[in-house]
């Protein structure tokens, strides 16, 4: 259970000793449940800052340099393979790269078969519970 955005602090700096270039992280939840907000947790707990953060939600792809860099995909309005394909995000999936995706159920061609899935359940100023892989929820 995540009770408050310190506690996703916590979470993202363990999650981020566990991730290796080259991942792709499958990002799952509703809107508001907080995929954005774990996202710069986690950017934070890899480069030590945010500062190129900014929300996504229109904008559909961000880089955030740094080791490794961190490429931030958010699908949330893809409708059809025509549009993901005029985006031309499949060079995002670089090797030295921690890919992150929202809304991957938009556009499933697109990530690796190995991308690990984390679902974030929970919306507003209540707990959130997260599950990792096939893991124990959190
Ligand atoms: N425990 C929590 N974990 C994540 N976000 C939380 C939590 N508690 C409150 N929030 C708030 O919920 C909102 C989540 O928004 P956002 O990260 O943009 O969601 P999403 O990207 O999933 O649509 C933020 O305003 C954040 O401050
Ligand atoms: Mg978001």
Same mark, same amino acid.
């Given at each position: 259970?995540?009770p408050?955005?310190?506690?996703l602090?916590?979470?993202a ?10 991942r792709t ?6 809107l508001?449940?907080g995929?954005?907000t ?6 934070r707990a890899?480069?030590g800052?945010? %500062? =190129? ?5 229109? $904008?559909?792809?961000n880089?955030? #340099?740094?080791? +490794?860099?961190?490429?931030?995909l *958010? ?6 393979p025509?549009?993901l394909?005029e985006?031309g995000l499949? %060079? =995002? ?5 921690? $890919?992150?995706?929202?809304w991957? #159920?938009?556009? +499933?061609s697109l990530?690796?078969? *190995? ?5 974030i359940?929970?919306v507003?100023?209540?707990?959130r519970?997260i599950r990792?892989?096939g893991?124990?929820?959190?």
């Open positions: 259970m995540i408050d955005e310190t506690a602090d916590a979470f700096q363990t999650l981020a000793g566990e991730l290796r270039p080259g992280i499958a990002l799952c939840g509703a508001g449940a995929k954005t774990l996202v710069r947790a986690l950017v890899l480069h800052d945010d %500062d =190129a953060v900014s929300s996504p939600t229109f $904008v559909f792809r880089r955030y #340099e740094g080791v +490794p860099p961190v490429e931030h *958010d699908l949330y309005r893809i409708e059809s025509a549009e394909a985006l499949e %060079d =995002a999936f670089a090797p030295d790269a921690l $890919v992150i995706v929202e991957p #159920e938009h556009a +499933p990530l690796p078969a *190995d991308a690990l899935r984390i679902d359940t929970g507003g100023a209540g707990p519970t990792v892989g893991g124990a929820a959190v």
